[in-house]
Structure formats: structure tokens, C-alpha cells
């Protein structure tokens, strides 16, 4: 931006905005006057005066004061409300084309598309949970299945939410599927003592494991 386009800038948005600020503070500074001259008013009328023309002068300070922040603040608290990206790791993971996918029956470009939002979004949950039921309802792959379940532990990064809970019941249903299964059923069995369970969840998956084996 050179000089000249500087100054129209200026004189465009920073000095009618410095005026109005300007006139917010001298009408402000009227209205605490008119207050104070109430008590010097010798007469009612002229504190009923007074004390109207201060609630004028205070309107109309409050009205610049409006015009000049409020648009400002609504704007963050809107975009706080409905965008909260201070309080996200990440941007959610597109699934919802894969989704679309795995209906059609495109399994193969559902599953490359899974193993690489499964790169990009290590342990996240609800990807894991799609790619293993991918290989275990869709493509009668339980080995693949088990090997997804494997990768997703011990990288998981939210262990106290629904998915996390059906990737455990998934891979208990697995061990009976695959041989050996040994390291599946130690990060099964481990995940037992995960607080994030509830004590309803903790039970469930034991009473699964404890059908499976005994």
C-alpha cells in the first residue's frame, strides 16, 4: 500500500472514527456535568432539567458507543460460539464421503481413503472403527480387521467415547476369528484396567473376554 492509498484510508475509516469517539466522550462528560449540577440547582424544575438533559446526553454517548464496538464484540462472541477452534486439536476427519462410499459398495477406495485419514489422524477413533468394520463385515478380512484394532491402541486418543468402547467389543469378537490373536487379546485385556471405562463397559467387555476363553 503507498502513501496515497495510506492517507484515503485514513481518512476513510480512522478519522470518522476518532470523531465519533470524540464526540462518545464529550457527550459522556455533559451527562456527568448535568448530574453534578443537580445538587447546585436551587430549584425542582431546574434539577428536573438537569437530570434530563444528563439521561439525554448518556443516551446519546451510549448510542456512539454502541455503533463503534458492539458489531466487534458480537462478532467474537458468535464466532466463539459457533466455531470454537481454540478448543479443537484438530478439524474433524471428512468421513462422511467414505461413508457414502462403503453404500455404493466402493470398498477399495473406502479403505485407501481410510488408511489415509488413519495417517493423518492417528488414534482417532471413529476412523479406526470404520476400517475395522470395513475389513471385518465388508471385506470378510478379520486378520486385516484384528491388524487395524492393533495399530489404533496404543496410539488411541480418546479412550472414554463410544467408538473406543465398540473398537473393544469388535476386537473381542475377533479373537475368535484369527490365529493367534495373542497381542490383540493383551491390548483387549489391557484396556480393562482403563479408566475412561465405565464400570457398566468394564463388565461387559470382561463378561465378552471371560465367554470367549473359559
Not at 476412523?127 to 486385516?144: F, H
Not at 489391557?190 to 463388565?203: F, H, P, S, V, Y
Request: aromatic share 10%; proline share 5%; glycine share 6%.
Amino acid at each position: 500500500m503507498d502513501r496515497k492509498d495510506r492517507l484515503k484510508l485514513i481518512c476513510r475509516e480512522q478519522i470518522p472514527r476518532l470523531a465519533e469517539n470524540l464526540l462518545m466522550i464529550f457527550f459522556a462528560v455533559l451527562s456527568v456535568r448535568r448530574f453534578l449540577a443537580c445538587s447546585a440547582a436551587g430549584q425542582q424544575l431546574g434539577v428536573v432539567f438537569n437530570v434530563i438533559m444528563a439521561w439525554f446526553y448518556a443516551a446519546v454517548a451510549a448510542l456512539f458507543l454502541v455503533h463503534l464496538y458492539l458489531p466487534a464484540v458480537a462478532g467474537k462472541i458468535t464466532f466463539g460460539l459457533l466455531y470454537p477452534k481454540r478448543y479443537l486439536k484438530s478439524a474433524p476427519p471428512p468421513l462422511s464421503p467414505i461413508y457414502g462410499l462403503i453404500a455404493r459398495g466402493c470398498f477399495d477406495e473406502a479403505e485407501q481413503r481410510l488408511s489415509d485419514l488413519t495417517e493423518e489422524y492417528p488414534g482417532h477413533a471413529e476412523i479406526a472403527l470404520t476400517l475395522i468394520e470395513l475389513y471385518a463385515d465388508r471385506l470378510k478380512q478379520p486378520d486385516l480387521a484384528a491388524a487395524a484394532a492393533e495399530n489404533y491402541f496404543p496410539c488411541a486418543c480418546d479412550r472414554k467415547g463410544d467408538c473406543h468402547f465398540r473398537i473393544l467389543m469388535r476386537s473381542v469378537d475377533l479373537l475368535s476369528g484369527i490365529e493367534p490373536g495373542d497381542r490383540l487379546r493383551k491390548w483387549v485385556e489391557k484396556e480393562l484396567k482403563n479408566n475412561g471405562l465405565t464400570d457398566l463397559q468394564r463388565a461387559t467387555l470382561k463378561r465378552r473376554l471371560d465367554l470367549l476363553y473359559h
